[in-house]
């Protein structure tokens, strides 16, 4: 594995980290809290350090797994949490009044039983509340001792800037992946002139880049709605994303490797990528991911990869 510190922090972090969205268990189809437990502990065996969760994963359930996933191992993980996003039913809402956020916060730690969260982010901007007010109470908790560090996730670059201003960030949290690269226009330059980290989420596009599907899947939106949130499952777009899944596959036979194991590896060696953050349902899948990042793909292959997906992209209906 490999370890990078996270923008001007000392916290050293695992090139790929586990996203935890699925153990919320309404959102990426039926998931087992024993067997999600089991691939949380396999990930942190394989080198991941690493666990990015929010109450918003099935309404706090998947801080509550990934709280007995870590206990008796609390000194190996970086701990990331969010704020700012709850649900209500199927709806997700976004909150960032004050009340909210400490609620939010009292409630993470309570889940995920840890003193200290070692990473809070905003999970999503709220329009209706001022930046100023959210900041106010953040920077409260932070002195509290509530939570170590402050990052923020789906935030363009002029909402960074007006952060910034107010208190230090040290990291984003984009969505990033061969399929969704409007991060490097902007936002990239901007991390990187100012020494923020990344922890990019949507690695395997919702799975699409695993290779797994050879059809078009059609998910049950009782317990999996992930081709709501990616467009690349679309019934317009699924032609579009064949030719980069086939180069995937033709490249992860040359590499002996798997196609989700080549996507992850061309999001690790991305500039500006502190970490990507991979799902794991199970103790094999966990292991393959963190296996990511053993080795280097070529400059050939980055190069290829790059530019299937550049055609790709510009075909996509989002």
Not at 100 to 114: F, G, N, P, T
Not at 216 to 244: A, C, H, I, M, V
């Amino acid at each position: 594995m490999k370890y990078r510190n996270l923008g001007n922090s000392d916290l050293e972090i695992s090139a790929i980290g586990l996203g935890t969205w699925a153990y919320g268990d309404d959102t990426f189809g039926e998931v087992d809290d024993r067997q999600s437990i089991r691939a949380i502990k396999a990930a942190v065996d394989s080198g991941i350090n690493l666990i990015d969760t929010a109450p918003a994963y099935g309404a706090g359930h998947a801080e509550e797994v990934v709280g007995q996933a870590i206990d008796g191992i609390r000194n190996k993980v970086v701990i990331a949490t969010k704020c700012g996003v709850h649900r209500e039913g199927q709806k997700y809402v976004n909150d960032l009044t004050p009340k909210r956020i400490r609620k939010e916060i009292e409630d993470s730690l309570r889940r995920l039983d840890v003193e200290q969260i070692d990473l809070y982010q905003i999970h999503w901007p709220d329009p209706d509340t001022p930046l100023k007010e959210s900041v106010e109470e953040l920077i409260k908790l932070k002195k509290e001792g509530k939570f170590k560090y402050l990052g923020v996730s789906n935030f363009g670059v002029d909402l960074m800037n007006q952060i910034s201003e107010m208190t230090d960030i040290i990291s984003l949290q984009p969505q990033y992946s061969l399929l969704r690269r409007d991060i490097e226009a902007e936002i990239i330059p901007y991390l990187r002139e100012n020494n923020l980290g990344s922890l990019s989420y949507g690695t395997l596009g919702g799975g699409i880049l695993s290779a797994k599907y050879k059809q078009r899947p059609e998910f049950n939106e009782e317990k999996d709605n992930r081709d709501g949130f990616y467009p690349f499952f679309k019934k317009e777009n699924w032609p579009q994303t064949q030719s980069l899944i086939s180069l995937l596959e033709d490249i992860a036979d040359k590499y002996k490797k798997t196609p989700a194991q080549i996507a992850i590896n061309w999001a690790i060696k991305r500039p500006g990528i502190t970490t990507a953050l991979v799902g794991a349902k199970n103790e094999k899948q966990a292991e393959e991911n963190a296996a990511a990042a053993d080795f280097d793909l070529r400059e050939k292959d980055m190069q290829a990869l790059t530019q299937e997906s550049q055609k790709v992209i510009k075909n996509l209906s989002v």
